[in-house]
């Protein structure tokens, strides 16, 4: 049973260069949604959706696009890195209340490296 | 507007006394509550939910936590603690009635002594 997945699992981009993490779910979750995981943090909303054709901002969008088109996928795109961008990353999905909780399943998460 | 506050930062234990981890919440409507943990380099594991059922929630590896709607707390607690359970913990609030993204704390390290 594979969950979450999220590729890559490491990478490392020049500044100004632009790149897509993956991640697929599937659980048939409506609800998936990226953070970013910085020490001191905790981790912090970039964007989310609850359903194919859905997406709306978290709360540090900037610099990140997000689309959805099936119910499985949910890509992030870093338009321009940014040094500011070296993060650890992750995906999350979950059920919406309507059909359960919201108890989220993480992916094992995306560590970016902007040089 | 939801928010949460994990009260301590670093927490160190030594093997077998009792941990305390502390949160608190606030929140306009009823939430939904949960503690996530983060063992080094791994994604979260669901630790805990409360979902107003019953106010003392059990989860897994012995930990519990209390919901205090009077206190706005929800603090996570183990009698003894194991070398294996030195991670990272989250808590998180959720208002699922109105559909909004799940708010983290800024996590709590915990550390245990041998």
């Known amino acids: 049973n594979a969950g979450v997945t999220q590729t890559p699992k490491f990478q490392v981009l020049k500044t100004g260069q632009s790149m897509t993490l993956q991640c697929a779910q599937d659980m048939n979750h409506e609800y998936m949604s990226w953070y970013r995981q910085d020490p001191g943090m905790g981790l912090r909303l970039i964007h989310y959706?609850?359903?194919?054709?859905?997406?709306d901002q978290g709360e540090v969008p900037n610099g990140y696009n997000v689309s959805r088109s099936t119910t499985e996928d949910f890509p992030l795109r870093l338009l321009s890195a940014a040094p500011s961008q070296t993060s650890v990353y992750f995906c999350?999905?979950?059920?919406?209340?309507?059909?359960?909780?919201?108890?989220?399943?993480f992916g094992e998460g995306s560590r970016l490296t902007v040089l | 507007a939801q928010s949460v506050t994990q009260l301590d930062s670093h927490v160190s234990v030594s093997e077998g006394t009792p941990v305390l981890l502390r949160c608190n919440y606030s929140s306009s409507y009823s939430p939904s509550l949960f503690w996530y943990v983060q063992h080094p380099n791994k994604g979260l594991q669901l630790l805990l939910k409360y979902t107003s059922a019953a106010t003392l929630v059990k989860g897994i590896n012995g930990f519990e936590a209390e919901f205090k709607k009077s206190e706005t707390s929800f603090h996570l607690t183990k009698p003894s603690a194991h070398m294996s359970d030195a991670a990272e913990y989250f808590c998180?609030?959720?208002?699922?009635?109105?559909?909004?993204?799940?708010?983290f704390g800024k996590g709590t390290r915990l550390s245990v002594i041998a």
């Open positions: 999350a999905s979950s059920y919406t209340p309507s059909r359960g909780t919201g108890e989220l399943f």
């Open positions: 998180v609030v959720s208002d699922f009635v109105n559909n909004t993204p799940l708010v």
């Open positions: 959706s609850v359903g194919a054709g859905i997406t």
